[in-house]
């Protein structure tokens, strides 16, 4: 399938090609989340070195590598929520610049159908509560297309702030869906959720070793603690497991609902030519015209949301299992 610019009308974007690695670093060097994120895990390395510096046992050593693999942690989150960020308004755009049209073509519906009314209402073949409905559609048409206009404003607006200046966009329903997934086993080994977990164990493995003569109240209680360690290790083991599985089987079922809506679209491509050749020589109505292309707008946008979810999933799982996302990104664009 021939990839595609879309320029978004309305004057945010013009036209000059940028890859998608190269509109993320744009992204980063203004957004929020992305700079703080850097900011905190600078420091958090800088306390980490510090602490280890500082550390006198093994003991002090796992306190300050488990603080540090917290903040690794947090990392990986703020880097999910600004490729999430990045995908909502990147793709947002698109999405809502669809919905704009969408919204205008069934104002020309509603005003169509409204005008047929007074029509039949003139020679007494509607009532006048039959008027009054096609009027009331009609005026909500028009508050659906400012709201959609202006959804469209203020996603144009997002993504210039968060971009620092107009870009193209690249259409993202034409990426390729046909990337490897890491499987459970590399996504747990990486996980510092577990990581984290297993220095608890450790931790109160050692002060349940290091009681001298202790009392029988002190044992019972470090013992305690021990098993309690060794209990939430296996549980954020399942829950981590459990996690991924189904973050895995989301991805590849999107993969799927993405193929399909392809075909969707494909077929509301042609019922529109169809439509716009009816049209043309005489055969189908304005309305006919209108009622296809806005199947073909909806089917290319029901496949940009499944394609931002896709999108947001293969981030996220690369994140974690501490693969090259941006490579990804890279290849899934073909750029």
Do not use: H
């Not at 670093?25 to 905190?40: D, I, P, R, T």
């Not at 009314?117 to 400012?146: F, I």
């Amino acid at each position: 399938m021939r990839r595609l610019l879309v320029v978004v009308s309305l004057s945010l974007l013009i036209i000059a090609y940028a890859g998608i690695v190269d509109v993320v670093e744009l992204a980063k060097q203004n957004s929020v989340v992305y700079l703080k994120a850097v900011l905190n895990f600078d420091q958090a390395k800088n306390d980490y070195d510090k602490a280890m510096i500082e550390a006198k046992n093994k003991r002090q050593q796992l306190v300050a590598q488990k603080s540090w693999l917290n903040a690794q942690q947090s990392y990986r989150q703020s880097m999910k929520s600004f490729y999430n960020e990045f995908f909502d308004a990147y793709v947002g755009v698109l999405e809502n610049n669809l919905q704009a049209q969408i919204a205008q073509n069934k104002l020309r519906i509603a005003e169509i159908d409204f005008k047929e009314m007074q029509d039949l209402y003139k020679t007494g073949a509607a009532t006048l509560q039959d008027l009054q409905s096609a009027s009331s559609t009609r005026l909500q048409t028009e508050v659906s297309l400012n709201e959609a206009k202006l959804n469209l404003e203020q996603s144009k607006e997002d993504l210039l702030i968060l971009l620092g200046k107009e870009m193209s966009i690249i259409d993202p329903s034409t990426i390729g869906i046909d990337v490897k997934l890491p499987s459970i086993d590399e996504l747990l080994s990486k996980s510092l959720t577990i990581q984290m977990a297993q220095i608890d164990v450790q931790v109160a493995q050692m002060d349940y070793d290091s009681l001298v003569s202790p009392s029988q109240y002190t044992r019972d209680k470090y013992e305690r603690t021990l098993r309690i360690a060794q209990n939430a290790l296996k549980d954020t083991q399942n829950s981590t497991k459990k996690s991924y599985q189904s973050l895995l089987l989301t991805t590849e079922n999107l993969k799927k609902t993405i193929q399909a809506q392809r075909e969707t679209v494909s077929v509301a491509r042609a019922q529109l030519e169809s439509a716009e050749n009816n049209y043309k020589v005489g055969v189908g109505s304005e309305k006919d015209l209108l009622n296809a292309r806005n199947a073909y707008l909806t089917a290319q946008k029901t496949l940009l949301s499944y394609v931002r979810s896709f999108l947001k999933n293969l981030c996220s799982l690369y994140i974690d299992a501490d693969w090259n996302y941006q490579r990804l990104l890279s290849e899934v664009f073909g750029g």
